[in-house]
Each structure stands twice: as structure tokens, then as C-alpha cells.
């Protein structure tokens, strides 16, 4: 009955043990975005960009462990956007304000909820850049381009599907939070983004 018990025990764990596996380990991947933006700056008023579709690219690396139940990762990663507005600000002249790259770095907690499907949330830290440059026209308002790197925070949730050969997938939201920040004591922005992300990698 013993030798029957253990048979089962371990044979369950044999079984189990590849599910785990397939998510477990350094990873490395590339990574594409739609995203919605919304940006501010100001000049003493401030302009109000509204929401701005961008589209973003990177990639990432990362490395995962099975602690119980849960998968648990930490990751860093680099991401360019293409987005740039531009609007009047008081009036015959144009503010414009650019996302440069975003440089992050989190860690993620996830389950298996399916022998090759795991679910997960993030959270971490992000520094992104944000270029900045203002026309003054024929009202009298100086001139002035400006880049800076500002501190925020990430949150996010995915899912992500175990392929072949130690590649993978995975479909993910992530909201980005700049805050209010200030490029000198005139010159104020804040920015916040959403993404939603696919992207595909390998684990090695």
C-alpha cells in the first residue's frame, strides 16, 4: 500500500513538474504596444494634450523561479515610443512634447492555470524621458527645447502561454504613471500611459 502511495506521489509529480518548468528559468524577449497616452505641459497655463495613440517597441530579460504554488520573476527592460504632439499653447505659437525611451524594472508574481497557460501581476519602478520643445511665434514667448528623465512607477497584468522549445507568448496591460513633474520653475508636464502589449520570447 505504502510502495502504491509513493508510486502515485511521484508519478503526480512527474507530471507536474514540466508545467512548472516551462515557466521557470532566464528569459529573454521582444516586445510591441499599442498605447495610449496622456500628456501635459505647461508654461504658466497648461496645455492639454488629451489622450495621443503611440505605438511602442523593446525588449526585456528576466529570470523566474516556482516558489509552491506561485511563480515569482524579476525584469528589466528598455522600450522606445514614436509618439510626438503639438499644439498652441496661448495662441500663434506650439508646444510640442515627445516620449523618449523607458528604461523599467519590476518584479511579477503568477500562477499556472493550465499546463501551459500562467497568469500573473507586475509592479516596479520606471524612469522614461520626455522631450520637450516650444515655439513662441509672434507672441513674444521665448524659444526652448528641454529633455529630461523623470521617475514613476508601472502596474500591469498578463498572461502567458508556453509554446515550443522554450519559446513563449504573452498578451499584457501595463499602466505607466510619471506624476506631475517640472523641466524648470515654468515649465511643468505630467504623463501617463496604458499599453496594452504582445509579445514573444525565449526561455533558456
Known sequence: MKLSLFAAAASTLLVASPAYAQFSGPRIEGRLAYESVEATIGTGDPLETGDQDAISYGGEVGYDLQLGPAIVGAYVGLEGSNLRTCDE??????GCVGQGRNLY???R???SV????MVYGKAGYSNGSVDVDYDGGTGGFPDFETSESFDGYHLGVGAELALVAGLYGRLEYVHTDNGEFRFDPETFGELTRGQVMVGAGWRF
Open 89 to 94: 499653447v496661448f495662441g500663434d505659437d506650439e
Open 105 to 107: 524594472v519590476g518584479a
Open 109 to 111: 508574481v503568477g500562477f
Open 114 to 117: 493550465a499546463p501551459r497557460v
